[in-house]
């Protein structure tokens, strides 16, 4: 099996990559802005340039492609998940291959947990309503799969959302962690290994791969600075969000997911038990 990667620099891409190097022939990973260090198979790739995509895919030939590229910039994002999604989308349809896209939890807006693949998104926010848009455009592509998922974090390095509450409280800023957010935090090598099983089934459509733990972003925040040690919280507080500009109870139904798969999807806590 050949995979191309796209976002094998981005958080998701520095677990799934190595994964996916030990379970395939051949593996191609793109980064835009830096190569991950003594990376095997990196290629540089904007994903809103159509003909970079499409040469890319096209020399390669992969069997599978794995789109997990996204964007950190606020004047960025919605162009790079739209038009990433058509560019992905059109060379995967134009070379046969498989196309697995990394979609959202917060495509919904957190009224009607637990969402099943079949509920319809009513984004919030523009970040919900860019992925619902992408996932309408991987669509039109009949060997796909959305992935759609929750808050992903590591044991080896310091997720995103932690990350930000570390500089907050470094930085003696005011930090509150929302009790009335409810997610399913996905372990990054779950749902890498996810991915990749799912390269190699024949399930096409939407399927909702996340921990099976539910917890607050307050319960989950906590155990994550515990986890890594992160002791003064003199600025951390406990607060509730604004449930009309984001998703209260973005809860997802995995069960279809725990049928179909053979990869375990734990909870927090039950990662965090099998790694101390």
């Not at 759609?148 to 310091?158: F, K, M, P």
């Amino acid at each position: 099996m050949r995979v191309l990667i796209t976002g094998g620099s981005g958080y998701l891409g520095r677990y799934l990559v190595p994964l996916a190097m030990q379970k395939a022939e051949a593996v191609v990973h793109t980064y835009y802005s830096s190569a991950p260090p003594g990376a095997m198979g990196a290629r540089r790739l904007d994903v809103r340039d159509a003909n970079a995509v499409m040469e890319l895919v096209t020399d390669f030939e992969p069997d599978v492609i794995i789109h997990a590229a996204g964007s950190s910039g606020r004047t960025t994002m919605a162009e790079v998940i739209g038009r990433g999604a058509k560019h992905i989308t059109a060379a995967a349809a134009h070379t046969g291959a498989r196309l697995i896209h990394l979609s959202t939890d917060v495509v919904f807006d957190g009224r009607r947990a637990p969402y099943k693949e079949d509920d319809a998104p009513r984004p919030l926010h523009e970040y919900g309503r860019a992925k619902a848009r992408a996932e309408a455009i991987v669509r039109r592509h009949t060997n796909h799969v959305i992935v759609r998922t929750s808050l992903i974090y590591g044991l080896q390095e310091i997720d995103h959302g932690t990350a930000w509450i570390l500089d907050g409280l470094r930085q003696g800023d005011s930090v509150t962690l929302f009790t009335d957010q409810i997610r399913n935090p996905v372990w990054a090598v779950s749902l890498s290994n996810a991915c990749l099983e799912l390269a190699a089934l024949h399930y096409r459509g939407i399927l909702h791969v996340a921990g099976s733990q539910i917890l607050t972003r307050a319960q989950f925040g906590l155990r994550m600075l515990d986890w890594w040690g992160i002791i003064e919280r003199a600025t951390l507080s406990l607060g509730t969000g604004d449930g009309e500009r984001w998703p209260a109870d973005c809860s997802l139904d995995i069960s279809r997911a725990q049928r179909l798969l053979q990869t375990p999807l734990p909870g927090v806590d039950e990662v965090l038990k099998m790694h101390r």
